[in-house]
RNA sequence: UGGGGUAUCGCCAAGUGGUAAGGCAACUGGUUUUGGUCCAGUCAUUCGGGGGUUCGAGUCCCUCUACCCCAUCCA
C-alpha cells in the first residue's frame, strides 16, 4: 500500500493517527433494488478496500427501506457480486430491517424532544408547502401539534390505523432554510406493502435519510462513504445525530465521485429499460456494465478491481474511458490465459507436397510469460486459415500470405500459395499451397524469412464452435437513449474453428485465440457439443489501426483535399469564448466617496480600494488598523488577502486577533524585521492561539536574516548538493531558478531575506 | 434563480507557496514464430477566464464563466 492516497484514505488515515477511532469501520449500503454494476464495483473497492488497507472492518448492508422496490434476489446478486469481486463483509448481512424496531425509538425520542412531528398534509400540499429552490417554504399547521398528540398519532400509525398518505413523521428543522433538503424532511411514511424481509410485521418505514445515519450509528460505523448527489443530505445525516446527542464514535459522511464510463449508460432506469425491451438478452447480456454481465462476459474479479483502483477517487464529475477497462483485462489475462488457435472465417488450405499427418508441440505460452504447459498439435495436409490472413492483391504493409509471400503457420511451417481457386462468382474457395519440410518450427533450417506467423486449425481435428463477437453496446460516447444503440454489438460467428485442447483438454476458463483476442466459454449456453465462445476483448491492433487511417486518408485526398484546421485552433477557440468578463455591479454613492478617498489620501491601488470601498466589514477593520499607525498598503492586502480568507468561515467578532495587531504585523513588515512569507506563517499562529505578532516573531526566532554573510554560505551548500540542477540552470532552463531560492529559503527555516537571496544566486550561478 | 459541489493533457488523476507525478489513449523506434506482450523514447513554458498578493502562484485573495446535485411520501 505505498501508494499515492486519494482522498478518503488521507481522511481516514489522519481519523486513525488522531486517535478519533481506533479502528475503520466502513460500509457498502446498496439498495437490493436492482443488478449491480461497475459503478457499484466502485464503491465496493472503495469501502472494503479501505477497510481493509487500514486493518478495519467493512460491512455489507442492504438498504431496504423501501419495500415496493425491493426484492431478494437483487440482495443475492449484490452478495454474489462482491464475493466474486473478492471481498468478504465482516458478520452476517446486515440490513436496515434489522433496525425498525430500534430506529422507530429514535423517532419517538425525536418527538418527546419536540424535534419531530406527525404531519397530515397531503402530498401535493406538502409539495407546495416545501417552497422552491429559491422561495422558502411555509410550515405545516400540524407543526403546532402537542408532543402528547405527535406520539399518539405516530404509534396509532405504526398500528395501521391509518391509510398510505394520511400522516407522515416529519423532522421540524427549517422550512426557509436554503438547503432544500432541510426543510423538514420526511422521517417516516406509511406504506401498507409486503417487506421482503418484514413481512406484514411493519406498515411504517422509515425514509433513508433517516434510517441511514442511524444504521451507521448503531452498526460503529466510522466513515460513510456516498457518492456526491447526497452532499446536500449530509446536513440531516449530522442534525439527526447532534439532535439525538449519539456519543462517540460517530460516524461522519464523505462523498466521492460516482462511476461513469463512456459507451455506455449506468443508470439503473436505463438499464432497465435495455431489459425490459429485449434490446439485451438479460441483466447478464454481456454487453451490460453490469457485474453480471462482465462475469459472464469473462472478465476477471482482479481486472475489475484493478480498474477501480486505477482510476482513482476524487470529487469531479468524469467519465472513464471504457478503453482503461479494456486495459484492465487484457493486462490481467496477458500473462495468465493459455494461447491457443482459433479461425473466425475459415478458408481451407491444401498443402499438395505434404503427406500423412503428425502432432507438433505447441507450448501454451509464448516466450514471456514464465508458464509452462504445452499440447500436441495435429497437422495434416488440409487446414484452414483466417480469410484476412490471405490477400490476392495486398494493400501495402501487408505481412501475412500472399501470391508472391510465403508465411509460417504458427508452431508449424512454413507455406507458400501456389494456386488461388475460385467460385464462378470470384470468391475464394481454396488455397492450393505447399510447405517447407525443413522449415518446421523450432527446427527451421530453411532460411526462409517470412513477415509474420498466422494461426490455422487442423480440417480433420478441429471443432467446430460459435463465437460472440462483442463491441461496445453504443456508438456514440454519450448514449441518450435506444437510437443510440450500436447496431453491431454483437456479431454471431457460427462457423468458427477451434483447435482440439480447446475442446479436449480445456488447459484453462480463458483462453487467447491468438492474434484475435480474449475468449470465455459462455457459462450459459456453451457445451462441449456445441461450444460458444465470448469474446471479452480483442488484441490490440495496430495493423488494423494503420490500414484503417490509411484507407481513410487516401479516401480524403481523393476527395479533394478539405481545408487543414490550423494549429491550436481549438485552444483558442476555448479561451475566446470562456474569457468574457462578467458585468460587476458598479458602487453607489458612498462607496464611491470611500473609493475616492482611499485612493488620493491613502495611496491604494484600484483593486484595494475597491473591495474596501464595497465590503463593510472588511473596511471597519481596514480603517481600525490605520488608527495603529499601520501603513495603508501592507495592511491593505494584509486584510484583503489573509483576513478575507478566515472571514470567509468566521465572523469579525470570532476572530481571536484585532486591528492592532494587524497593524503591528504590517509594520514589522514595512520595516522589513520579518518577510511577507514569515508574515504569513506569523499570521497563521496569530489567529490559532491571538499571540501578539512580536511574541510570535520572538518565540519562534523568526527574524529575518539579511546579511548576506549568512546566506552565502547556504547558497554555497545548496549549489553543492544539486550539481546536475546547477548544469540544467546553466544550460538553459530558467525554471530552475525558484528551485534554488526554495532550496535555500527551506535551508534557513523561511528567515532567509528572499529579494537577497535572489540577487545572491544570481551572482552565485553566474 | 437560493443553496451545495466541481474545473490540472484527448480520458482518468497526483499535487496543501519553491523543477507540473503516474495510468489510459496516441505517436516513434527496438525485440518478437501473436501486427499481442515487453523495452526505449515522444506527448501540459502551463492548471476554466481575468485581475490581485508574493522574490516566486495550479496552490492564497477578488471576480467572472461553465458543468453537476437539491423543490419523490425514492435511495
Redesign the pocket.
Known sequence: MEK????LR?IVEEDLASGKYEEVVTRFPP?PNGFPHIGHAKAITINFGIARDFGGRCHLRM?D??PV?EEEKYAKAIEDAVRWLGYEWDGPVRHTSDYFERLYHYAVELIQMGKAYVDS???EE??EY?G???EPGRRSRYAERSVEENLDLFERMRKGEFK??EH?LRAKIDMSS????LRDP?LY??RHARHMRTGDEWCI?P???FAHCLSDYIEGITHSFCT??????RAIYDWILDTLRLGPPRPYQYEF?RLNMNYTVMSKRKLKELVDSGKVSGWDDPRMPTIAGYRRRGYTPESIVNFCN????????????V??LE?AI??DL?PKAP?VMCVLDPLKVVIENYEGSEELEASYY????PKEGFRKLPFSREIYIEREDFSEHPPK????LTPDQPV?L??AYIIRCKEVIKDEEGRITEIRAEYYPDS???A?TSGIKVR???QWVDAATGYRAEVRLYDRLFRVENPQGPEDLNPDSLRIVQGALVERAVIEEKPDERF?F??QGYFYPDPVDSSDEHPVFNRIVS?????A??SK?EEKSTKETAAKATQPKPEGAKKEE??ES?????R?APLDEAQRRIFDRYRKKLGL?E??AN?LARDETLRTLFEAGLEHGAAPVTLA?LI???V??EL?NFSLGELRYGPEALAELATMIDDERI???IA?QVFEEMSKSGESPASIVEAKGWEQISDPKAIRPVIEEVLEKNPE?VVKYREGNQ??F??F???V?KATGGKAN??LV?ELLIQALG
Do not use: C
Open positions: 499515492k492516497k486519494d482522498f488521507a439498495e438498504d427501506t423501501n422496490t398534509l397531503s402530498e406538502i409539495r416545501r422552491t429552490v429559491t398510505d398518505g407522515v436554503p438547503n432544500m433538503q420526511l411514511r406509511i418505514y425514509m433513508y435519510d456526491l448527489e447526497f452532499e446536500n443530505n465521485a486505477a482510476i482513482g477517487i476524487s470529487k469531479a464529475n468524469s467519465v472513464v474511458d478503453a482503461q486495459h487484457r493486462d496477458n494461447r509464448p516466450h514471456d510469460v504493409g501487408y505481412y501475412r509460417r504458427r508452431h518446421k518450427s523450432g527451421d509474420s506467423a498466422i487467447q491468438e492474434r488484441l490490440k491492433d495496430s495493423w489501426k494503420k487511417k476555448r479561451k470562456s474569457g468574457g468578463e462578467g460587476v491601488k483593486e484595494q473591495p492586502n484583503l488577502n489573509e478575507a480568507r470567509k518577510s511577507v512569507k504569513k540542477n525554471k530552475l525558484g528551485f531560492v526554495g532550496q529559503l528572499p529579494r535572489n
